[in-house]
């Protein structure tokens, strides 16, 4: 087990994937010569030459649909979106034709598609470059969307995509690409699609958070502990779509107090859709309603001071975990 | 399993699947070749462009046959692209391209032979404009055709009837007579009735179908 950041983590998912399937490649902007806007990909064109590090001109909704009809006669793409801000280019591509051409043969096409890149919350990068967009992905049945937090989640989640038959939307982070963490070298260690994991175990309260809030949970989780004797439980769901809700559940019924923590506007968001099935499938163990944390229901300003504003705070986290305790 | 993958209800939003397929004909060094139909409705679209792009800079061996039967919808060509001249956007993605007489069944066989013959042989793309016409209204709520266009017009079209045209040339040709010609008309439309039968005698899918076949 090696100590190795988020982006080498990705790199070592790929490039096990690439050496185990011929049919497996990757084809995106800047992903070879370049060695990735994000430096993810760095290394593979030399590993793999031009064939299967496939660089392309600035055209989402192509090379996106390039993807899907080479997965439609047997290959197995990875489209890198530069950033998934740039994938809303090619969401006819992606809702209309990846997600849905399976069903609309009635079985006969799989579409064996990882597509990935970062998103959410960034550093000043401002509205067009930093944004959550899971739940838009997740509202698609025959997608799976999938947000990994640690370097291990990284690496073992995204071999689990390649070698899975569906369209999966593999959603990264530029603020974790350097986060390290340990990381088994085991070519075949794998993290299976649509199983979460309890990250930090509590007693009082259950925090359901994923990617980058579940860092900033883990430190108020810290904090209240030291300060409150609040013994808070992290659960991080890891692939929203499937959801492991059975994990979540459990936590639940264990602590009966929870809170849903996104980065992205509240408003239809994963928090509503998580607070949704609690509600509904554990009403009777609830001690309290589940408290939502979400962004500010604007775009992400440029300006440093606005953009701490819009996205949840640590301060914003512990006040909704005391309040919680206090019910 | 006869290399049909489907028919794709936006508008250009297929032809870059049809580029996805040529990339994996040329990954798997396979002499195969893509065919990708589409009208000239697809023209305006930026997919349109993406694909022709993509084909053209890696020489994916894709034949984009446009259908250009001059309306989409009940939007007339020249209200659409300012280049009506569909076969000239191969150009501009350094492909051949070549317009040809879609009323012509022979025609539209020799300029699609040829184009494939050239993605099999150079993995090359070719941009077909097939020059045709639609006598019907776009859809069923459109039955007359009548408000984007002239009567007049349709009946002049309608003198261009491809299966007609065949029929009078395979005539003069002596490879056609009247018999033959009966037996024919009566052989498709035998066709058409059976499959209009099979359809209208299977039975409707069962509830478990909704959800079956989201994920694979």
């Known amino acids: 087990m090696a100590v190795i950041t988020y982006r080498e983590a990705l790199n070592h998912a790929l490039r096990e994937e690439m ?4 049919r497996v490649f990757l084809v995106g902007e800047e992903v070879g010569v370049y060695g990735g806007a994000y430096k993810v990909s760095q290394g593979l064109l030399e590993k793999f030459g031009e064939r299967r590090v496939v660089d392309t001109p600035i055209c989402e909704s192509g090379f996106t649909g390039v993807g899907i009809g080479s997965a439609m006669v047997g290959l197995r793409p990875i489209v890198e979106m530069m950033t998934f801000n740039f994938a809303l ?28 890149g970062p998103g959410g919350p960034a550093h000043q990068l401002a509205a067009q470059h930093s944004q959550s967009m899971e739940s838009y992905f997740c509202h698609v049945p025959g997608l799976k969307v999938v947000r990994p937090t640690s370097p291990r989640d990284a690496k073992g989640l995204l071999k689990s995509s390649i070698r899975d038959d569906n369209p999966v939307i593999f959603i990264e982070s530029e603020t974790l690409y350097g986060v390290k963490g340990e990381v088994p070298d085991d070519a075949d260690f794998l993290i299976p699609l649509g199983v979460a994991e309890v990250k930090r175990e509590g007693r009082d309260v259950t925090a359901v958070a994923y990617s980058g809030m579940y860092y900033r949970v883990l ?13 808070v439980e992290i659960v991080d769901p890891r692939t929203l779509r499937p959801m492991d809700t059975e994990t979540i559940l459990a936590s639940v019924r264990k602590t ?7 980065s992205g506007a509240g408003f239809a968001g994963m928090g509503s859709e998580i607070a949704s099935f609690i509600t509904e499938s554990a009403f009777d163990d609830l001690d309290a309603p589940v408290t939502r944390i979400f962004g500010a229901n604007a775009p992400m300003p440029y300006a440093r001071n606005l953009e701490r504003l819009k996205t949840p705070s640590k301060e914003r986290i512990i006040d909704a975990i005391r309040k919680l305790c206090s019910v | 399993s006869i290399n049909f993958l489907g028919g794709h209800a936006i508008v250009g939003g297929y032809l870059p699947i049809a580029a996805g397929v040529g990339f994996a004909f040329r990954y798997e060094d396979r002499a195969r070749v893509i065919l990708c139909v589409f009208g000239d409705g697809s023209v305006p679209q930026g997919e349109f462009h993406e694909s022709m792009n993509l084909a053209g800079l890696w020489k994916l061996p894709v034949v984009f046959i446009c259908e250009n039967n001059r309306y989409a919808m009940g939007t007339a060509i020249q209200r659409a692209l300012a280049q009506t001249d569909i076969s000239k956007f191969a150009a501009a993605y350094a492909m051949p391209g070549e317009a040809c007489d879609g009323m012509d069944v022979l025609a539209v066989r020799e300029c699609v032979g040829r184009a494939v013959a050239r993605a099999r ?3 090359a793309p070719t941009l077909v404009e097939a020059r045709t016409y639609r006598f019907r209204g776009h859809s069923m709520r459109d039955p007359a055709a009548a408000v984007y266009r002239t009567k007049e017009e349709v009946e002049e079209e309608k003198r261009r009837d491809p299966i007609l045209g065949l029929r009078e040339r395979l005539r003069g040709a002596g490879a056609l007579d009247e018999a033959a010609w009966q037996a024919l008309v009566e052989r498709v439309e035998a066709r058409v ?13 069962p509830a478990e179908w909704l959800t079956a076949d989201v994920y694979a």
Do not use: C, W
């Open chain 1, 19 to 22: 050496e185990r399937d011929d």
């Open chain 1, 89 to 116: 280019v090619a969401l006819d591509q992606i809702v209309n034709h990846a997600a849905k051409l399976f069903y609309m043969s009635g079985g006969q096409f799989p579409i064996p598609l990882v597509i990935r």
């Open chain 1, 219 to 231: 430190e108020a989780a810290e904090e209240v502990e030291k300060t409150d004797g609040i013994s």
């Open chain 1, 256 to 262: 009966h107090r929870v809170l849903v923590a996104e």
């Open chain 2, 121 to 123: 042989e150079s993995k």
């Open chain 2, 193 to 205: 009735n059976d499959a209009v039968e099979f359809a209208e005698a299977s039975p409707e899918p």
